[in-house]
């Protein structure tokens, strides 16, 4: 139900970009009016997702502790699983952002002979990187047509991503390899019952609306080329503020445009957000360093306790019977 | 302890994890026998100055909760959302991508999808959409939110008293998400309408009063540790001193309720009495402070610290250096990450140095107190004690890393270089089921009452086959860990799952290996077994 929801919003979403790219006024809003709004909200909406996390105190030092912990000089310490000060959480998070390294851990759990078997299960690491690592790169792609002349380190990662020239113009790896991640991650929460079962709307329409992007992107690459100059010219005409509707442009440019707004406004309100959230992770940005130094918590109140004196006086007669000193006699 | 309420473990063990036909959100929890556990008793509630006090059960339909219900959770959710930045960011940041799912203890052991630590979370996340984001006010269902009704708040209670706050879906999920943050507050919000467990109250609201979770009275404190220097004079032949209340002393020694009041926390509490009499060390019991375990953190931020405080109150008032710490599973999350915090700074002590070795034990240098774990692993290391290994050669060992010192410490090497010097077979249990992935005992966090049986026995069973494999491959008799619930509950966990294994404390394993002076020659071990020397 929820997928089936998420295909007519992208369906609905398809047949919108079409009817505009269809029609010159609503392609002059596209291209003058609506990206400046899009970045606004997409800006706008990022930051304060994440300022809102900001602000909200840390109260307790709680890192999840994938390691053995700093103690005594002569036990080997794990210094970035459990780091103990600022460099290993920054190796800690580097592994985590760059590399995934808590989904490298994951495993699948099956019963076998009366037994659970925790098997591993690498691939929803592995193509889970794949596809964000294409992103990536895609979007570091893109910055050429926003920065004229080409920055030399733009025109290398091309080069390098279309290095095995198969067809022209070449296939980019990281297209094939991001087609290759949605498709698994996709596949993936249809598949396995108990993913699809925890399965939103959101979650299916944020893959889809990202294989919307992918897929017209690829199109207008490979089967529909537009006129790359004029391209050009639209992306530096809205940096420079003086945005200009192109000529003859295929509707598929306009689709690809239109999905990438939809992306971007889509962002914020959205668990996508987990690209600004993953650095915020009180489990994993925190030094294991509780008893080596004081962790303030800034609304620290008092609260109602039982004093020692409290307790003597209601047993101070049983303490005494047993032979216990006291403070009161 | 009765297993005849509950299906045999051979039809326990044939598991479904097919999820059911209809949507979670349409699957309305059922309170069958054997699976939730009472209610908090009135009076606790009242003693405690908690919310709603009355006579209720989780299986009646009527909650009796307060008129205005709805509101009172919504106002807690907005303030916590407020506090712990955990909170709103394991709201936001979810993904489902599912890698949490068979992570889950209960979820292995019982194929019910809401024991997924994702879905466990999304259903407070559902509530928190629906009343604190814009999607959720706007979309309702199509953003995955939901209104807050007594069957959402009868599934709360069901399912947070179904977590153990274990922490090992988070050491999975790509951003360290901790079902343990939100169960703790999912309890906190339950315990703004009165709705708790009595396995939990009841010990807090002992604790609260006496000193300690079981209720023990100063008297009853000392007649048991009397007990067992008694018992220690049978089995070595030595007297060893139980220093209690004593102002002067240089170390403050605080150790769960159940390791002096039941079996077999018992052995592990005269191991320590074994070896402080050995080393001769200036230390002192605490009757006020005479629980290092903290069932606050099963009820509320709040009630960790109101009882927690006792402990720097005592060392204070005691004039002692610093604090040592007994084997305690979440006594040491509380000490570790949250004491000096709430109840520092402790600036009345001193600190750590062991007085016997000299060794400054800095990473405690702030809260100041140490885990017994590193203080008997510095003594070993520095040649203080003589430990006969043989003396347990009756026994296979495996260890059982406990959940909150492996996830919420990193105490790993310390307990098993103890393990290696007191025994000659110590066998690891699978790579899987030990150090930052270890498994629950299945009925910490509270939960480890009989009626809870069946979810205990369920949640318990990834850790029992666990031992059950070391067990075959290489006669495994004996679990070692460094937890008082550890000990209490491994133990039917065993008899149920794997019989024939018997559970045991790091230190009663050394205090069998200590040699002691003026002992007699040992025929026994601490639980009085023959060796086979």
Redesign the interface.
Known sequence: MNLLISIIAILSLTLLAVGIALNQSLVYLLIVIIPYAIFVIFLAGFIYRVVKWWVTPVPFRIPTTCGQQKSLPWIKNNPVENPAGIAGVIMRMAQEIFLFRSLFRNTEVEIIDGRPVYGSAKWLWFFGLLFHWSLLIIVLRHLRFFVEPIAPWISTLSALDGFFEIGIPALYLSDAAILAGLTFLFLRRLVLTRVRYISLFTDYFSLLLIVAVVSTGLLMRHFFPTDLNQVKNVALGWITLAPVVPQGVSVVFYMHLCFVCALLAWFPASKLMHAGGIFMSPTRNLANSSRMKRHINLWNAPVKVHTYEEYEDEFRDKMKAAGLPVDKE | MSFAKIPKS?QL?S?N???PKS??MKTPVDFRSGTWSYSGVAKNLTYL?LPNPRAWQPADVDWKLPENWQAIILAGMKER??????F??FM????????C???CHFY?GSGD?KN?P??RA?LLRSVYRRYFT??GRLFGK???ARDLTVDVLKEWFYYFHQCTEC?RC?????????QA?ITIIGRELLNLVGCNINWVIEPAANC????NHLGI???GV??MLEFLADDIEDRTGVRVEVP????GADILFVTPSGDYFADPGTYTCMGYLMLFHEIGLNYTFS??ASEGGNFGLFTS??MV??LN??IY??AK?LGVKWILGGECGHMWRV????M???N??AEFLSEPVSPITG?R???????K?VHIA?FT??LI?NGKIKLDPRRNDHLKITYHDSCNP?????????PR?IIQNACNHFYEM?E??I???TLCCGAGAGLGNDENMETRMRGG??RA?AV??VKEKHDVNRLACICAIDRATLTSLMDYWVPGVKVMGVHELLANALIMKGEKERTTDLRGESLII
């Open positions: 051979d063990i598991i994890y097919a999820p949507a979670w100055d959302l407020e506090k712990y930045r955990s709103r960011l936001d940041v979810c993904v489902r991508c599912g890698a799912a068979d992570k292995i999808p997924m994702v879905l999304e814009m999607t199509l953003a995955g922490r988070s050491a999975f999920c790509p951003f360290g998400i901790d943050e609260f009063r006496t000193g009275q100063p008297g000392k007649d209690i209340n004593k102002k009757t006020y931020h709040e610290k109101r405080a006792k109150a005592e008032r000490i570790h990450q949250y000096d915090t709430m520092g700074p060794t034990f800095e990473n405690a240098k702030s809260t107190m590193e692993a510095d290391q492996a996830r919420a410490m990193g105490l790993l090497e310390e270089y699978a899987d089921t150090r930052e992935k069973m990834p086959m059950k494999q």
